[in-house]
């Protein structure tokens, strides 16, 4: 942290100099480096403590000049002062470091330097609502009895994909009503139901493909793209029911399986969001053993006995390259696995495809479609599925529970 010098402090630089008769032996005698003793002095000599008496108040020497007669004595001399610097640049409450622009001499040297900041839109309000968040729980989740039946051979794997929890839409202009309501009921029914008919797996592994949020932040736009999104209510309010709604449906799992772990990836619709979840939710399962929070990377594999399997959003990774980079990043895994399968989500819809060996599939939002989505004529299914594997067999059971259209739904 920058300290301002005081005058005292470089009046006994200055006399150090004089003293000792070069900078080394002065640094030396002061017992500090040659870089700090050279800043010091400068700032010495820009307070008039070298010479060329008085420097204005607030003001500091920049340059001096000197006109000489023939034997050499000064006969006028001429003294340019600014005004002194500033104090050390803190940096505003609020704001973030957006850039840096510098002026170098041509010797490399800064003359000069901008700062730019911008509003920190994401850390405030992921602080804020992380804290009234567990304010409610104090950090403890409700231990939810272990099931008695279970199939010791079995994993039931619940890819959601791209809910976009907080997007609003309007049925006379996208033919289907969507707000923060509607979506969390849907998703929440839709999952209780498949966990419900689900098999009798002994772990459950959850998997938000990404896009659990449609916004990343209370500027609502897209991070990268910066596209307007249509977004029910502020931001801190979307994210905290996206937590409640994530655990409700953890702990449907923990009624069903002996062990559940949850991947979030982050989506291109919420990089940040998807982090401030996944820590929300492992502090809030913390105690919980049952229950295993992975880190949010943009990659996850795991493998269960007899298959490999991976998952990505899909907005930087193509299907190919999925399968590529599988057999590159789980080389021992993938020898010892014969079954090898990529899930992605971000293409809203359901499309299967083969690379080599590899399963990459992608998987339906149930979310209806936003104006951009609409407007550009996207038309899919939508649907909410369950996929068990079985230890040595791979996969084993699948199942379904579709959503109808709009026009369709009872009332």
């Known amino acids: 942290m920058s ?16 003293a000792h008769g070069s900078e080394r032996a002065a640094a030396r005698a002061l017992e500090m480096s040659r ?3 050279r800043y010091q002095i400068k700032r ?30 000064v006969e006028k001399e001429w003294v340019t ?43 405030p309000d992921l602080v ?50 969507n707000d923060l309501k509607i979506m969390s009921g849907r998703l929440l029914a839709t999952a209780t139901r498949l966990v419900s008919e689900a098999p009798r797996a002994r772990q459950g592994l959850i998997v938000n493909l990404g896009d659990w949020y449609h916004a990343n932040d209370q500027r609502n736009v897209t991070p990268r793209s910066q596209h307007q999104l249509d977004v029910d209510g502020r931001w801190f309010k979307v994210l905290r029911a ?18 559940v772990e949850v991947v979030n990836i982050p989506g291109n619709h919420d990089p940040e969001a998807a982090c401030a979840l996944a820590l929300a939710l492992s502090c809030f399962y913390a105690r919980n053993k049952r229950v295993t929070i992975a880190f949010p990377a943009d990659i996850y594999y ?19 390259r999925m399968a590529m980079a599988m057999a590159t990043d789980q080389r021992k895994a993938w020898g010892d696995t014969a079954y090898h399968w990529f899930m992605y989500g971000h293409i809203h819809k359901d499309k299967a495809d083969t690379h080599g060996d590899v399963r990459v599939e992608s998987f339906s939002t149930i979310a209806d479609k936003d104006n951009h989505a609409f407007a550009g004529g996207w038309r899919n299914a939508q649907a909410l599925r369950v996929i068990t594997l079985h230890k040595r067999e791979g996969e084993k059971d699948r199942r379904t529970i579709n959503i109808p259209p709009p026009e369709m739904r009872a009332a």
Do not use: C
């Not at 300290?3 to 004089?18: I, M, N, P, S």
């Not at 609020?94 to 041509?106: N, R, T, W």
């Not at 800064?110 to 509003?119: A, L």
């Not at 409640?244 to 799992?253: E, H």
């Open 3 to 18: 300290v301002e010098l005081t005058d005292d402090q470089l009046r006994r630089v200055a006399e150090a100099k004089t």
């Open 35 to 37: 870089t700090t003793y």
């Open 44 to 73: 010495a000599a820009e307070r008039g403590l070298l010479g060329f008496k008085p420097v204005l108040p607030g003001y500091e020497l920049k340059r001096s000049s000197a006109q000489f007669d023939k034997a050499g004595k």
């Open 81 to 123: 002062q600014h005004k002194a610097s500033g104090p050390a640049f803190k940096m505003p409450a609020g704001q973030i470091l957006k850039g840096v622009s510098a002026f170098i001499d041509g010797e490399g040297h800064i003359r000069h330097q901008w700062i730019k900041t911008k509003n920190d839109s994401v850390t």
């Open 128 to 177: 804020e609502a992380l804290k009234t968040e567990f304010a409610a729980y104090k950090g403890r989740a409700r231990l939810v009895p272990v099931p008695r039946r279970i199939e010791r051979d079995l994993l039931n794997v619940y890819p959601i994909a791209d809910p976009h929890i907080g997007m609003l839409a309007w049925r006379p202009q996208t033919g289907a009503d």
């Open 242 to 259: 996206g937590v409640q709604l994530f655990i409700r449906i953890i702990d449907l799992a923990l009624a069903k399986h002996e062990r």
């Open 302 to 320: 795991r493998q269960f006995g007899n298959t490999l399997l991976g998952a990505a959003h899909g907005d930087k990774l193509p299907p190919a």
